[in-house]
């Protein structure tokens, strides 16, 4: 079943209309009839299952059949605080980011961050990196779709950090996986949790301590040496599976 996201000023009592970029998507390339069914969610935890009415000009007439909440969202608030990587790896680390299910991605710069962008360059790529976490939220079936913000420095993100719950930030020098299970094990449905992962050259220790200072907790990731790629989905990874219902 395909899946679609619309405002809520697209939503009616009996029926949706979606348009935009996604008529021409269905009647173009997915070659949708009337009488099939889709799923459409409204981005704020809300899904409606529907059948395609009309397929017009601009727009794309859907009934509702049923509604409810959506069944595909943690229990728990995650947001990871990603280190710019080198190359396309941010397009990478969203689009698996969002299908574990985080709910906000803010891309970091920090002291061996190499990726230098100026303000346009900027613009352009978080309307790209927006644009993979909405396709990879519909792939997924997500009842929201998260918003990857603007790049922050280390500071700007270790003070909005401040707003959660908790915020871990995996290092190398970190020994044990005692505190790395106590840290996962802390979080809990209805809690908002940071996740803080370095560039690919990882975290000053002046920039460990400042996380330390604003109340993050440095954790082990085991004994091997993981790619900024690699760190934060696994930490997603374990915080799904300790999470999901």
């Known amino acids: 079943m395909f899946h679609f996201f619309v405002k809520q000023d697209q939503i009616e009592e009996e029926r949706i209309c979606i348009t935009g970029a996604d008529v021409n998507h269905m009647k173009n390339v997915l070659r949708m009839k009337q009488g099939e069914e889709i799923l459409i969610s409204d981005g704020e935890g809300k899904d409606y299952y529907c059948k395609v009415h009309k397929l017009e000009k601009d727009q794309v007439i859907a009934s509702i059949i049923s509604k409810g909440s959506s069944e595909t969202e943690l229990p728990a608030k995650l947001v990871l605080f990603q280190g710019l990587p080198k190359g396309d790896k941010m397009e990478f680390i969203i689009q698996k980011a969002v299908e574990l299910g985080v709910w906000e991605i803010v891309p970091v710069s920090t002291k061996y ?120 989905l696994a930490v997603l990874s374990v915080l799904m599976f300790a999470l999901e219902e």
């Open 113 to 232: 961050t190499v990726v230098k962008l100026d303000g346009k360059k900027e613009e352009n790529r978080l309307k790209r990196w927006n644009a993979i976490a909405e396709s990879a939220a519909k792939q997924s079936k997500r009842g929201l779709i998260p918003k990857v913000r603007e790049i922050m420095t280390l500071d700007q993100a270790l003070s909005y950090s401040q707003t959660f719950d908790m915020a871990i930030i995996p290092y190398e020098e970190a020994r044990g996986m005692e505190t790395a299970k106590q840290a996962v094990s802390a979080v809990k449905p209805g809690m908002k949790a940071g996740i803080f992962i370095g560039p690919e050259g990882g975290f000053a220790k002046e920039e460990i301590k400042a996380a330390v200072d604003h109340g993050a907790m440095p954790v082990s990731l085991g004994k091997r040496i993981l790619r900024t790629e690699t760190a934060g």
